[in-house]
């Protein structure tokens, strides 16, 4: 199988570690990964806007660049839902069908095509999950806390088998960091309201690190982390899974 | 005001907006134990789904088969193109009827026809009976909830206001002593009213009769002390058949707060025979909103409040922020076929997290509508600086080499400029947040530098 | 052109097809062996009471400790004593100083605890269930069913004028949240099961 790595923009602008991890990762678990140089953008920031006109050029780079492998794997549960919701207002060539079926989010990827492998690693700290929405309700990676049904998470399922690791359970499990894309800007006091919840539920439950699989998450829990100056740091499940005694 | 304005207002007062969402998220962790208890949950809900579906793809007949049957009952139908319409027919009743004093229970479709200003201007003294709407209407203000319209009030300040219009002592916001107080203040209103109204939870195709759920007794007291009954519906609150109500009633009250069914759950076939009873029929700009395949699923809505108690924005911003008569989510999809350009603002008050629509007992898909209401609007009222700055974004991000030249500039201007020129009111991020960490360089020259030349 | 012809005209043009089928036969389906317990645990979550009769003379022992000092209407017809002057008013407003209803129901409802009271049951006394201040309900244990569905299919096509599911006393949380039972119907809720 051959596997193109989709590494979301901002991963490769800000967060470059967490794309080495991931390729490193699946390196580790003898998947043949390609990394195509031309990729860009999933083309979110447009279409959340209500530019979904501005973004079929995105789209069609994205379909252009990925067509040829049997998977797309990224670390971003948005980006693999983008893909797989939204690519629906272009054309719906095989290429294109075959790209939205095929891409995977990190974690799902890893438990549901590679058949659930051990990965080694191990991550000697207090770890709060971060559900992040689009990987959660989007692409169902786990149970939602609203629906009725046996709980799992692929997440969890890949965290919990990292040696000695510390999984802590959250107050309020699954609720929104309110990065939302341009709502971090558009609505700028609900959105850090949100993140500082969420950041001081993870600090009342005695976590020292918050991982999740959406960076962009991470990226504005961080954000109010650092302006406050606490006590808590954010690290991206690919960094965890990758990690080595 | 916006939202976004009207929501940073309201975030002035931090301990207030905690307040306001623990609040709020009572009736949602209430709701998650209550549907807990029922392992079909999901298969009810997709029951209730498909049931609305149906009503939507033959409401015509379902109408016109309710009209019928509640003809037969000795029920008068009325039908209403507008608010304006829907004004003057409960006022001509209740003129006809020599009115002076209506009591009224809790009814979202009257608040959206303004209903109570248009009936007082005309001399007619309207009693909003459910403890809730009645502060708000003391208060003056309008519902910031669809079921618990005045959650955004602290006892103190119920306490205060009805010292003020009830003559109460001062009683430090006790809630049995205010609640006593005002059922001696509505009692008496009961007594002497003239007419009673109510809205309609449930109309029934097959019987044509009405469902009112409540959990105070207000619609029943007022509507069986007097000789006139008006209840008022908007049409999508059809339902085919008697028998549907068993999913419906499971799923309301769970929705709203987790409480297995209200404490009456009344169904109005026939009036007594000393008494009128007028079901008043409301378009409202429905049976356009049906026509829109993207978002007429939101007529199916059952106004239990549900994706309210859940939106992590609206307890965030309070229902007053979303300036429409019905806030939240779910007001957020129905308000722009209202008024495209007023409420052009709603879509974008979401993080499009999905939790609505997973609380959601008739799987309106409330998010996946929010995301192509936001198309609409930038199509039909583009905000011109967002559009040129995602035009340009556009092709920025589907050209590999500008994409990176452009990434590499705005990290060495992050790096290199001084903090007062990355760290200032415009600067909307950075406002309360400060930037990621500045990487040396990007994920593409790693890879250039440590694989590429493995594939060769 | 009518309002009713305009509206029905533009619901034609605009409504969407659908060719789904609706089953609630799942619903119906339920083989769980503790409906009483069910029942009971639904009433006091709802802020009602119960009460277990073991027979006629203890149900009247019941009603008369319920009624004791109180004005009372016993629609049941079940109490050995009646209060005098206690003939069935067709005035509603004469009930406003009542304050204790006492009716059979035909039909109790496991999962909530509710029961149905229509105007059969009440003699078309419609007020009586919401303006006292106490209701009691005298409900035979085997009237229970599990669930809202198998309640509609008991009540069935009913030709009663009126009916509601009766599920404990007035209640509001609308002072902040707090729950305060006895808004404006009734203070209690007991149901006596026999």
């Given at each position: 199988?051959?596997?193109?790595?989709?590494?979301?923009?901002?991963?490769?602008?800000?967060?470059?570690?967490?794309?080495?991890?991931?390729?490193?990762?699946?390196?580790?678990?003898?998947?043949?990964?390609?990394?195509?140089?031309?990729?860009?953008?999933?083309?979110?920031?447009?279409?959340?806007s209500?530019?979904?006109?501005?973004?079929?050029?995105?789209?069609?780079?994205?379909?252009?660049?990925?067509?040829s492998?049997?998977?797309?794997?990224?670390?971003?549960?948005?980006?693999?839902?983008?893909?797989?919701?939204?690519?629906?207002?272009?054309?719906?060539?095989?290429?294109?069908?075959?790209?939205?079926?095929?891409?995977?989010?990190?974690?799902?990827?890893?438990?549901?095509?590679?058949?659930?492998?051990?990965?080694?690693?191990?991550?000697?700290?207090?770890?709060?999950?971060?559900?992040?929405?689009?990987?959660?309700?989007?692409?169902?990676?786990?149970?939602?806390?609203?629906?009725?049904?046996?709980?799992?998470?692929?997440?969890?399922?890949?965290?919990?088998?990292?040696?000695?690791?510390?999984?802590?359970?959250l107050?309020?499990?699954?609720?929104?960091?309110?990065?939302?894309?341009?709502?971090?800007?558009?609505?700028?006091?609900?959105?850090?309201?949100?993140?500082?919840?969420?950041?001081?539920?993870?600090?009342?439950?005695?976590?020292?690190?918050?991982?999740?699989?959406?960076?962009?998450?991470?990226?504005?829990?961080?954000?109010?982390?650092?302006?406050?100056?606490?006590?808590?740091?954010?690290v991206?499940?690919a960094?965890?899974?990758?990690?080595?005694? | 005001?916006?939202?976004?304005?009207?929501?940073?207002?309201?975030?002035?007062?931090?301990?207030?907006?905690?307040?306001?969402?623990?609040?709020?998220?009572?009736?949602?962790?209430?709701?998650?134990?209550?549907?807990?208890?029922?392992?079909?949950?999901?298969?009810?809900?997709?029951?209730?789904?498909?049931?609305?579906?149906?009503?939507?793809?033959?409401?015509?007949?379902y109408?016109?088969?309710?009209?019928?049957?509640?003809?037969?009952?000795?029920?008068?139908?009325?039908?209403a193109?507008?608010?304006?319409?829907?004004?003057?027919?409960?006022?001509?009743?209740?003129?006809?009827?020599?009115?002076?004093?209506?009591?009224?229970?809790?009814?979202?479709?009257?608040?959206?026809?303004?209903?109570?200003?248009?009936?007082?201007?005309?001399?007619?003294?309207?009693?909003?009976?459910?403890?809730?709407?009645?502060?708000?209407?003391?208060?003056?203000?309008?519902p910031?909830?669809?079921?618990?319209?005045?959650?955004?009030?602290?006892?103190?300040?119920?306490?205060?206001?009805f010292?003020?219009?009830?003559?109460?002592?001062?009683?430090?916001?006790?809630?049995?002593?205010?609640?006593?107080?005002?059922?001696?203040?509505?009692?008496?209103?009961?007594?002497?009213?003239?007419?009673?109204l109510?809205?309609?939870?449930?109309?029934?195709?097959?019987?044509?009769?009405?469902?009112?759920?409540?959990?105070?007794?207000?619609?029943?007291?007022?509507?069986?002390?007097?000789?006139v009954?008006?209840?008022?519906?908007?049409?999508?609150?059809?339902?085919?058949?008697?028998?549907?109500?068993?999913?419906f009633?499971?799923?309301?009250?769970?929705?709203?707060?987790?409480?297995?069914?209200?404490?009456?759950?009344?169904?109005?076939?026939?009036?007594?025979?000393?008494?009128?009873?007028?079901?008043?029929?409301?378009?409202?700009?429905?049976?356009?909103?049906?026509?829109?395949?993207?978002?007429?699923?939101?007529?199916?809505?059952?106004?239990?409040?549900?994706?309210?108690?859940?939106c992590?924005?609206?307890?965030?911003?309070?229902?007053?922020?979303?300036g429409?008569?019905?806030?939240?989510?779910?007001?957020?999809?129905?308000?722009?076929?209202?008024?495209?350009?007023?409420?052009?603002?709603?879509?974008?008050?979401?993080?499009?997290?999905?939790?609505?629509?997973?609380?959601?007992?008739?799987?309106?898909?409330?998010?996946?509508?929010?995301?192509?209401?936001?198309?609409?609007?930038?199509?039909?009222?583009?905000?011109?600086?967002?559009?040129?700055?995602?035009?340009?974004?556009?092709?920025?991000?589907?050209?590999?080499?500008?994409?990176?030249?452009?990434?590499?500039?705005?990290?060495?201007?992050?790096?290199?400029?001084p903090?007062?020129?990355?760290?200032?009111?415009?600067?909307?991020?950075?406002?309360?947040?400060?930037?990621?960490?500045?990487?040396?360089?990007?994920?593409?020259?790693?890879?250039i530098?440590?694989?590429?030349?493995?594939?060769? | 052109?009518?309002?009713?012809?305009?509206?029905?005209?533009?619901?034609?043009?605009?409504?969407?097809?659908?060719?789904?089928?609706?089953?609630?036969?799942?619903?119906?389906?339920?083989?769980?062996?503790?409906?009483?317990?069910?029942?009971?645990?639904?009433?006091?979550?709802?802020?009602?009471?119960?009460?277990?009769?073991?027979d006629?003379?203890?149900?009247?022992?019941?009603?008369?400790?319920?009624?004791?000092?109180?004005?009372?209407?016993?629609?049941?017809?079940?109490?050995?004593?009646?209060?005098?002057?206690?003939?069935?008013?067709?005035?509603?407003?004469?009930?406003?100083?009542?304050?204790?209803?006492?009716?059979?129901?035909?039909?109790?409802?496991?999962?909530?605890?509710?029961?149905?009271?229509d105007?059969?049951?009440?003699?078309?006394?419609?007020?009586?269930?919401?303006?006292?201040?106490?209701?009691?309900?005298?409900?035979?244990?085997?009237?229970?069913?599990?669930?809202?569905?198998?309640?509609?299919?008991?009540?069935?096509?009913?030709?009663?004028?009126?009916?509601?599911?009766?599920?404990?006393?007035?209640?509001?949380?609308?002072?902040?949240?707090?729950?305060?039972?006895?808004?404006?119907g009734?203070?209690?809720?007991?149901?006596?099961?026999?």
């Amino acid at each position: 199988m051959k596997v193109g790595l989709f590494i979301p923009c901002y991963i490769d602008q800000f967060y470059p570690q967490v794309g080495v991890a991931t390729l490193e990762l699946l390196e580790k678990l003898n998947v043949e990964v390609c990394y195509p140089q031309q990729q860009t953008c999933c083309g979110q920031p447009m279409a959340n806007s209500g530019f979904e006109c501005f973004s079929k050029d995105s789209y069609s780079h994205f379909v252009r660049n990925f067509k040829s492998f049997d998977a797309i794997v990224t670390p971003s549960g948005s980006c693999a839902y983008h893909v797989r919701h939204h690519f629906d207002i272009i054309g719906q060539s095989e290429e294109v069908s075959h790209v939205r079926n095929n891409t995977y989010e990190l974690c799902d990827f890893i438990t549901n095509v590679l058949g659930d492998p051990e990965v080694g690693a191990s991550f000697p700290h207090k770890v709060g999950i971060h559900q992040s929405c689009h990987g959660l309700r989007g692409l169902r990676l786990g149970k939602s806390s609203e629906t009725v049904g046996e709980p799992f998470s692929f997440i969890h399922s890949q965290l919990t088998k990292v040696k000695e690791i510390e999984l802590v359970a959250l107050g309020r499990g699954d609720e929104c960091c309110g990065f939302g894309g341009t709502f971090a800007i558009a609505e700028e006091a609900v959105s850090v309201k949100m993140g500082k919840d969420r950041v001081n539920d993870h600090i009342a439950q005695g976590v020292e690190v918050v991982t999740g699989g959406d960076m962009s998450c991470l990226m504005h829990m961080e954000g109010i982390i650092k302006r406050n100056k606490l006590a808590i740091r954010v690290v991206h499940v690919a960094e965890i899974l990758n990690s080595q005694n | 005001m916006t939202h976004s304005k009207a929501a940073a207002e309201f975030n002035k007062d931090e301990k207030r907006v905690d307040w306001h969402d623990k609040a709020v998220w009572f009736m949602r962790s209430n709701r998650d134990k209550g549907v807990a208890k029922i392992s079909q949950w999901e298969d009810l809900r997709e029951a209730a789904s498909q049931i609305k579906l149906d009503v939507l793809s033959k409401l015509d007949i379902y109408l016109e088969e309710f009209e019928k049957n509640a003809l037969a009952n000795g029920v008068q139908v009325h039908w209403a193109e507008d608010a304006e319409e829907h004004n003057q027919i409960v006022h001509s009743i209740l003129q006809r009827h020599s009115v002076k004093t209506l009591v009224k229970s809790k009814s979202m479709l009257t608040e959206e026809c303004h209903m109570n200003p248009y009936l007082e201007q005309r001399g007619i003294e309207v009693i909003d009976t459910d403890l809730g709407e009645r502060i708000i209407q003391l208060a003056g203000e309008g519902p910031s909830h669809i079921t618990a319209p005045a959650i955004h009030k602290k006892k103190e300040e119920i306490d205060e206001l009805f010292q003020q219009t009830m003559g109460t002592t001062p009683s430090n916001g006790d809630p049995q002593y205010l609640t006593n107080a005002a059922r001696v203040h509505l009692r008496d209103k009961f007594l002497n009213a003239d007419a009673g109204l109510t809205g309609v939870n449930f109309a029934i195709a097959e019987s044509g009769g009405v469902v009112v759920c409540t959990n105070e007794g207000n619609a029943d007291m007022g509507v069986h002390l007097t000789p006139v009954h008006i209840a008022c519906m908007g049409v999508e609150k059809i339902i085919p058949k008697l028998e549907h109500l068993g999913v419906f009633l499971r799923l309301l009250a769970r929705s709203a707060s987790g409480q297995s069914i209200t404490s009456y759950s009344s169904h109005f076939f026939k009036p007594r025979p000393d008494q009128e009873m007028h079901v008043v029929i409301v378009d409202n700009g429905r049976s356009r909103h049906l026509g829109r395949p993207d978002f007429r699923n939101s007529l199916k809505c059952i106004r239990c409040s549900a994706c309210l108690n859940t939106c992590p924005v609206y307890r965030r911003s309070g229902g007053h922020s979303y300036g429409s008569v019905i806030p939240g989510p779910i007001g957020s999809i129905l308000s722009p076929n209202v008024d495209l350009k007023k409420y052009s603002g709603l879509p974008f008050a979401s993080t499009l997290c999905g939790s609505c629509s997973d609380v959601c007992p008739v799987k309106i898909d409330i998010h996946q509508q929010l995301y192509k209401w936001r198309q609409v609007v930038m199509k039909e009222h583009p905000d011109r600086i967002k559009q040129s700055t995602m035009r340009m974004a556009s092709g920025v991000l589907s050209n590999a080499r500008v994409f990176d030249k452009l990434g590499w500039l705005a990290r060495f201007l992050l790096k290199y400029l001084p903090g007062w020129m990355v760290y200032n009111k415009w600067n909307t991020w950075g406002r309360q947040r400060d930037f990621p960490n500045l990487p040396q360089s990007n994920f593409r020259h790693w890879y250039i530098k440590n694989r590429k030349k493995n594939e060769q | 052109m009518s309002s009713k012809t305009s509206i029905l005209n533009r619901i034609r043009e605009n409504k969407p097809s659908f060719d789904g089928t609706i089953d609630l036969s799942s619903f119906l389906v339920d083989e769980r062996e503790d409906t009483l317990e069910r029942f009971c645990s639904s009433l006091a979550a709802n802020s009602g009471k119960y009460v277990l009769a073991s027979d006629e003379h203890n149900l009247n022992e019941v009603l008369l400790e319920e009624v004791a000092g109180k004005s009372y209407v016993d629609i049941a017809g079940v109490l050995e004593v009646y209060q005098e002057g206690n003939v069935l008013d067709a005035d509603a407003k004469n009930y406003k100083d009542t304050k204790v209803v006492i009716f059979k129901a035909q039909v109790g409802v496991a999962e909530n605890g509710a029961v149905w009271v229509d105007d059969q049951i009440i003699q078309g006394l419609r007020i009586l269930p919401f303006i006292v201040e106490h209701t009691i309900v005298i409900l035979k244990q085997t009237s229970i069913v599990p669930t809202m569905h198998h309640a509609y299919q008991k009540i069935g096509n009913t030709e009663t004028g009126f009916g509601t599911f009766l599920a404990g006393p007035s209640k509001t949380g609308d002072i902040e949240q707090n729950l305060v039972i006895g808004a404006h119907g009734a203070l209690s809720h007991l149901v006596v099961l026999v």
